[in-house]
């Protein structure tokens, strides 16, 4: 059975052309994995379409209203669910919890807003809280694109070619290695004559002393990491 994976948005038209683009546009259209984007104003109860409101004690900014939220995961949630709010302080997303997610019959995505969202939304209807990274977005409807990206790449039949689940960023806790193309000599720069060479074993070598020397410069944290690594 295909992952179905329903996103909860005030901003539902972000989304769209994401969801009909490049890798997951062709995926999503091949029925490798299915998504539906859901306007939560759908669920507000008042003529305004009302979803958010001033905090409690005061501050800048607006919360996520329980009301509409409560609803909305009451229609679309099932005993399978898995139910993420998308928000700066929840676990980093990684490649290994991609993965995870993408092992999942159905993901509820929850688009966090502005100041964020009614902490009892939280309580009781959110099973994980995830981040991509340590910055603040004006809501979590690209965090939830970006979740989305993420876990595709490990659905069977969603990449074209397997090998670049393994020869990419962090998936050795390394960034990723130079690649060039067609031409060789271009305005005086020279591809390296390691990837002529045909020497698969040398090309190998080569990529991974350049990884080393990329994570070194960049991530020098992911180092101690890959002590013990082949």
């Not at 995830?130 to 970006?146: C, E, F, K, M, R």
């Amino acid at each position: 059975m295909a992952l179905h994976i329903d996103v909860l948005t005030l901003f539902p038209r972000m989304l769209e052309g994401f969801l009909s683009e490049s890798i997951v546009g062709k995926a999503v259209e091949r029925g490798l994995f299915t998504v539906k984007v859901h306007d939560l104003r759908q669920w507000a109860t008042d003529r305004h379409r009302t979803a958010d409101d001033r905090p409690f004690g005061g501050g800048a900014g607006m919360v996520l209203k329980p009301e509409p939220v409560f609803a909305a995961f009451e229609q679309v949630q099932r005993p399978e669910s898995k139910r993420i709010y998308l928000t700066p302080d929840g676990v980093p997303l990684s490649p290994g919890l991609a993965e995870s997610l993408s092992h999942e019959q159905h993901l509820v995505l929850l688009s966090g807003h502005y100041e964020g969202i009614d902490q009892r939304i939280r309580d009781r209807l959110i099973d994980q809280e995830i981040s991509i990274g340590d910055y603040v977005l004006t809501n979590g409807t690209l965090p939830a694109a970006v979740v989305i990206d993420a876990l595709s790449r490990f659905i069977p039949g969603v990449l074209g070619e397997e090998k670049s689940l393994t020869h990419e960023s962090f998936t050795n806790k390394l960034l990723d290695f130079p690649q060039y193309t067609r031409p060789a000599e271009f305005r005086g720069m020279s591809v390296p004559e390691v990837l002529l060479s045909g020497n698969h074993a040398e090309i190998e070598k080569w990529r991974r002393a350049r990884q080393e020397e990329k994570t070194r410069q960049v991530r020098p944290d992911l180092l101690s990491l890959t002590k013990g690594q082949p």
